[in-house]
C-alpha cells in the first residue's frame, strides 16, 4: 500500500498482509523477526514495528483505544489540544514490562513462565503499575485489545498457550493437547523451516518445549494419569537429544514425534556415523539408550585408515571384548568386528608409513622384504598390528585362518600344538583349508619337520582321517594315509575309487581305463606297505 494515506481508516480485508513486508514500512529500518513482530495500524493498514505503533487511539469502527503507526497519529490525530495530546501520548504508549527475578520461593511453573514472559517481553501492566501475565478474562473487548496485541503466528508464546488452555477444566485432555504443540514446536527445528524463517532462534524454541512439557506432566500430575506422567519424561529426553543435535549444528532435526520411533533414531545415528562426527554420535547413542559398540568401532575403523593406530587401539578396546582363557578363545563374540579390522590392515599398504617420519618409506620396504623373507605378504609393521588384535580379541579359528591365508603354515602348526587347539580346529581351519588351496604338500612338509614321528599329531591327524572319511572326502583322505604312511588304507581306498561311488561297474571303456588308474595306484601301496 503506496501512495498518499486516507483520511478514512481502512478495512482490515485490505490491511497489507504480513507475508509481503519484511521490514517496517514507516521507518524503513526495522526488520520483522520473531523479537520484532509485526504491528497493523488500525488507520492506514501498513505493517510497522513496536517503536513505530507506540500509540493508542480511538479509531472509527474499532471499540475503544487501538493501535495507529507514528505517520497516522501525527497528520490525523495529534489535532485536538496540546493538553489532551499530552495525556493520550502519557496514557497510551506501551511500556516495556520490569524484569522479573525468579524467586526460589516461587513454584517451579511460576519460575519458568515469568522467565520465558521476560525474555520474550509478553507482558503488560494493570492499572495500578503491578506486572501481569497473559490472562484472558471474561470482558471480551479486554480479550480482544490482548488478542490483537500478539499474533501467535509471528512469535509463539508458552505462557500464552499455558494461560489460554488454563480456562479447560480436563487436565488430562489440556496436558495432551501441550505435548501435541511441544511436537508442532520441534518442527521448526529442522533445516527447511531454518531455511524457510531466518529468525528462529532454536534456542528458545528448545526451551519453551521444556516449558510446556513440564506443564503437561504437572496436568497429568494433577489428573492422577500416571501414563501422561511417564509420558512426559520420555518426552523430555527427547529434549535433551534435540539440545544435543542443536548444540553440534546437525541440521536433519527430527521432530519429538519422529524420535518415539526406534529405525528413526537408528537411522539419526547412522547419518551421523556416515558422517565421521563420532563423538555427537556417541552423545546420541548414549540418551536414546542404544548399543554404542557401533559407533566405536565405526571410530576405530575410521582412525585405523587413517594411520593412527593407538587412538584406533583405544577405541576397539571399548567395543571389543578380550579373550583371556582358553575356554574364550571358542566363542566368537568379536568375529565380525574383528575379521573387518585384519580385512583393513591387510589391504592397506600405507599404514606401514609412519606419520612425519621421513624415513617411513624406506623402513617399510625393509619390513615388506623381511616379511617376504619368511614367506608372509605384509610387512612388520601391519603383520606385528594384526597379531595384537588376534592375540588379544581373536579365537584360535581366527588366528590359524590369517596364518593359512598368508601362507604361513609353519606358525599354524606350532600355534596350534603351543595353544593345544582341539581336533576340530585343526582340521577345519588348517588341514581342511590347505587342501582347498592345494597348499597340503606345505603343512605336511612343516608338520613333519616338528615332529618326524608324527607322534605329538597322532590325535589330530587319526580325527582328521575319521572326519574326511564321514564327509565323503575320499580323495583328502587318501592324500593323507599316504603321509600317514598308512599304504593298507591307502590301497582300500583307492580300490573305493575303482568300484566307484555307487558300486556299479563301469559303463564304457573310457570310465574302465580311469578307474584303472586308481587300480594301479592300490597295488603301488600295497607294495609300498609291504
Not at 514446536?185 to 528458545?204: M, P, Q
Not at 537429544?241 to 520411533?261: A, G
Not at 554404542?292 to 575403523?301: K, T
Amino acid at each position: 500500500m503506496g501512495g498518499e494515506i486516507s483520511l478514512k481508516p481502512v478495512d482490515a480485508a485490505r490491511w497489507v498482509s504480513d507475508e509481503s513486508e519484511s521490514t517496517c514500512q514507516i521507518c524503513k529500518v526495522q526488520v520483522f523477526s520473531i523479537f520484532n513482530r509485526r504491528h497493523h495500524c488500525r488507520h492506514c493498514g501498513r505493517l510497522s514495528c513496536a517503536s513505530c505503533s507506540t500509540y493508542r487511539c480511538a479509531v472509527r469502527g474499532n471499540p475503544g483505544k487501538v493501535r495507529v503507526c507514528r505517520e497516522c497519529f501525527e497528520k490525523f490525530y495529534s489535532t485536538s489540544s496540546s493538553s489532551r495530546r499530552d495525556e493520550d501520548e502519557q496514557a497510551t504508549v506501551t511500556d516495556p514490562p520490569p524484569h522479573i527475578e525468579a524467586s526460589s520461593s516461587l513454584p517451579l511453573s511460576s519460575t519458568i513462565g515469568n522467565s520465558i514472559d521476560t525474555e520474550f517481553d509478553l507482558g503488560r501492566k494493570a492499572e495500578d503499575g503491578e506486572y501481569q501475565g497473559w490472562q484472558l478474562t471474561v470482558d471480551e473487548n479486554d480479550n480482544r485489545e490482548i488478542r490483537n496485541h500478539f499474533c501467535f503466528d509471528q512469535a509463539p508464546s508458552a505462557s500464552l498457550c499455558v494461560a489460554i488452555i488454563e480456562q479447560c477444566s480436563d487436565a488430562q485432555k489440556i496436558g495432551g493437547l501441550l505435548l501435541k504443540f511441544c511436537n508442532k514446536l520441534s518442527e521448526y527445528l529442522n533445516e527447511k523451516a531454518s531455511a524457510k524463517y531466518h529468525d528462529i532462534d532454536s534456542t528458545l524454541l528448545v526451551r519453551m518445549i521444556e516449558f510446556l512439557n513440564f506443564n503437561a506432566k504437572v496436568k497429568f500430575m494433577k489428573a492422577g494419569f500416571i501414563n501422561g506422567v511417564e509420558l512426559c519424561d520420555f518426552e523430555m529426553a527427547h529434549v535433551e537429544i534435540l539440545k544435543i543435535l542443536l548444540n553440534s549444528d546437525w541440521k536433519e532435526i527430527p521432530t519429538m514425534q519422529e524420535l518415539s520411533h526406534p529405525e528413526v533414531i537408528r537411522r539419526l545415528r547412522d547419518k551421523i556415523i556416515d558422517s565421521e562426527r563420532f563423538s555427537l554420535a556417541i552423545d546420541v547413542t548414549g540418551k536414546c539408550g542404544l548399543d554404542p559398540n557401533a559407533v566405536w568401532f565405526a571410530w576405530g575403523l575410521s582412525q585405523l585408515k587413517s594411520g593412527d593406530l593407538r587412538v584406533a587401539r583405544e577405541n576397539f578396546s571399548k567395543c571389543l571384548t578380550p579373550l583371556r582363557s582358553a575356554e574364550d578363545k571358542g566363542f566368537q563374540q568379536n568375529a565380525f568386528y574383528l575379521n573387518q579390522i585384519v580385512e583393513v590392515i591387510e589391504t592397506s599398504p600405507l599404514l606401514a608409513f609412519s606419520q612425519g617420519d621421513l624415513l617411513s618409506p624406506l623402513h617399510a620396504l625393509q619390513g615388506l622384504d623381511r616379511g617376504s623373507s619368511t614367506g608372509c605378504s605384509l610387512d612388520t609393521k601391519r603383520y606385528d598390528e594384526i597379531m595384537y588384535y588376534l592375540n588379544k580379541y581373536g579365537t584360535h579359528s581366527q588366528v590359524i585362518k590369517f596364518f593359512v591365508r598368508q601362507g604361513l603354515f609353519k606358525k599354524a602348526a606350532d600355534y596350534i600344538k603351543t595353544q593345544r587347539c582341539s581336533p576340530e580346529v585343526f582340521f577345519d581351519d588348517l588341514l581342511l583349508r590347505s587342501f582347498q588351496i592345494g597348499s597340503f604338500d606345505v603343512l605336511a612338509r612343516e608338520i613333519e619337520l616338528m615332529d618326524p614321528s608324527l607322534n605329538k599329531w597322532k590325535d589330530y591327524l587319526s580325527k582328521s582321517c575319521q572326519y574326511l572319511s564321514r564327509k565323503g572326502l575320499y580323495n583328502c583322505l587318501y592324500h593323507m594315509q599316504l603321509f600317514l604312511k598308512d599304504y593298507f588304507r591307502a590301497a582300500t581306498t583307492c580300490i573305493r575309487f575303482f568300484l566307484g561311488a555307487s558300486g556299479s561297474a563301469a559303463r564304457s571303456f573310457k570310465e574302465l581305463y580311469r578307474r584303472m588308474y586308481h587300480l594301479e595306484n592300490a597295488k603301488k601301496a600295497l607294495r609300498d606297505a609291504t
